[in-house]
């Protein structure tokens, strides 16, 4: 089981910008996909963002591409997410979430995913 912090979240304007820090505990965290997700009050859980174990695959749902940006950094066991222009939609928790893989590949759905931090709230307002 992979332990997972995040941080960097907090109340911004729109057009704000605001990066995310997703920390790990386990050691073989190049063995896990990493998502990012958000939860706006009375919403599902949606990925914005997911990286395969290598960082060398990406994926966004078409609603996110352009304004967000995931990365990682294996050897600090950290994953990013760099969020630019922001909305007041975009207001919500934000979790990471790991998953076991075995191909360089990254799961869609939360419930894909095992392993979850406890969120950070961000705040974007208008």
């Known amino acids: 089981q992979v332990q997972l912090l995040e941080s960097g979240g907090g109340l911004v304007q729109a057009g704000g910008f605001l990066r995310l820090s997703c920390a790990a505990s386990?050691?073989?965290?190049?063995?896990?996909?990493v998502g990012w997700f958000r939860q706006a009050p009375g919403k599902e859980r949606d990925i914005v963002a997911g990286?395969?174990?290598?960082?060398?695959?990406?994926y966004y749902p078409d609603s996110m591409k352009g304004r967000f940006t995931i990365s990682r950094d294996n050897a600090k066991n950290t994953v990013y997410l760099q969020m630019n222009n922001l909305k007041p939609e975009d207001t919500a928790v934000y979790y990471c979430?790991?998953?076991?893989?075995?191909?360089?590949?990254?799961?869609?759905?939360?419930?894909?995913?095992?392993?979850w931090g406890q969120g950070t709230q961000v705040t974007v307002s208008g």
């Open positions: 990286v395969s174990r290598t960082g060398m695959n990406t």
């Open positions: 979430a790991a998953a076991l893989m075995v191909a360089d590949t990254i799961p869609r759905t939360r419930y894909d995913y095992d392993d």
């Open positions: 386990e050691r073989t965290f190049s063995d896990y996909a």
